[in-house]
T-cell receptor, first 113, second 109 residues
């Protein structure tokens, strides 16, 4: 396919709103990662899936953040009651397995106003 | 704690000049280091990883455990090398990465 696809590309949310960010990984990729990239910073790890199992969610900054991958393919990152500090680019990456090359999506730029 | 430091936010060189993008890390175990690149309006992509010991687009990087460094080098910069470069460290397993803040490389003609 065309690579890892993320939607929407841009999202503006009012403070307190819930948002859902979608990631379509490359077909057949077992591993899926979410990263958060604040302005002027490098990406920071949020969570990792192997198929449908969320094996690591140590990077999720608060219990307002929730991620799922119910059928082991598409993943959704949900942020409840958004706050201004949630404004960032959210990147999704997938790989065949955990330690092979990761392919990144274009990201979703979230702005909380 | 694992950390990656890229001390330069911006590196500006002339075409044909040598390039060295600095990266230092702190990690208690045996590190696996990467360089990622993001060209204008494109997605983040892997440039090279230290275990493969490859030269990609003329770039090389040597892991120096004594100095805890993984500097990216190219002997002769080209305009198409202009991009944002991130150094990253694998934290436990392959693609759980700790990234530096990035260095913008500008190659002037």
């Amino acid at each position: 396919g065309a690579g890892v696809s993320q939607s929407p590309r841009y999202k503006v949310a009012k403070r307190g709103q819930d948002v859902a960010l979608r990631c379509d990984p490359i077909s057949g990729h077992v591993s899926l990662f979410w990263y958060q990239q604040a302005l002027g910073q490098g990406p920071e790890f949020l969570t990792y899936f192997q198929n449908e199992a969320q094996l690591d969610k140590s990077g999720l900054p608060s219990d307002r953040f929730f991620a799922e991958r119910p059928e082991g393919s598409v993943s959704t990152l949900k942020i409840q009651r958004t706050q201004q500090e949630d404004s960032a680019v959210y990147l999704c990456a997938s790989s065949l397995v955990g330690n092979t090359e990761a392919f990144f999506g274009q990201g979703t730029r979230l702005t909380v106003v | 704690a694992q950390r990656v430091t890229q001390p330069e936010k911006l590196l500006s060189v002339f075409k044909g000049a040598p390039v060295e993008l600095k990266c230092n890390y702190s990690y208690s175990g045996s590190p696996e280091l990467f360089w990622y690149v993001q060209y204008s309006r494109q997605r983040l992509q892997l440039l090279l990883r230290h275990i493969s010991r490859e030269s990609i687009k003329g770039f090389t990087a040597d892991l120096n455990k004594g100095e805890t460094s993984f500097h990216l080098k190219k002997p002769f910069a080209q305009e198409e090398d202009s991009a944002m470069y991130y150094c990253a460290l694998s934290k436990g397993y392959g693609n759980k990465l700790v990234f530096g803040a990035g260095t913008i490389l500008r190659v002037k003609s």
